[in-house]
């Protein structure tokens, strides 16, 4: 059965850094697209961002500068560097895959058939 454990959520203050993980229990072959979106209270979720196999990266516009996504070089995990917190980040962090690849839509969720439980990051100003 594929998994995907997101863990590294936490408390922090508002300009503070976390580092959320993702460990992905499956082997793909060829491309593939895996990401990270996120539910803040009382809103829809939203992409955060995603990375395919070769690499390639796309964020949502508002992360792009302060959050990281990458991949271990070994072993299947991901990585979201997150830095320049604010309160409006304070959410629940979702590690979701895409075993074709990057679709058309980015964030469009059923496009994603594999999710994680998720992990709260909760950021106070």
């Known amino acids: 059965q594929v998994q995907l454990v997101e863990s590294g959520g936490g408390s922090v203050e508002s300009g503070g850094s976390l580092r959320l993980s993702c460990v992905a229990s499956?082997?793909?072959?060829?491309?593939?697209?895996i990401g990270w979106f996120r539910q803040g209270p009382g809103k829809e979720r939203e992409g955060v961002a995603v990375?395919?196999?070769?690499?390639?990266?796309n964020y949502a516009e508002s992360v792009k500068g302060r959050f990281t996504i990458s991949k271990a070089r070994y072993g299947n995990t991901l990585y979201l560097q997150m830095s320049g917190l604010k309160a409006e980040d304070t959410a629940v962090y979702y590690c979701?895959?895409?075993?074709?690849?990057?679709?058309?839509?980015?964030?469009?969720?059923?496009?994603?058939?594999?999710w994680g439980q998720g992990t709260q990051v909760t950021v106070s100003s």
């Open positions: 990375v395919d196999a070769n690499g390639s990266t």
């Open positions: 499956l082997r793909t072959r060829g491309n593939y697209c």
């Open positions: 979701a895959v895409n075993v074709v690849g990057c679709p058309t839509w980015l964030w469009r969720e059923s496009d994603y058939a594999i």
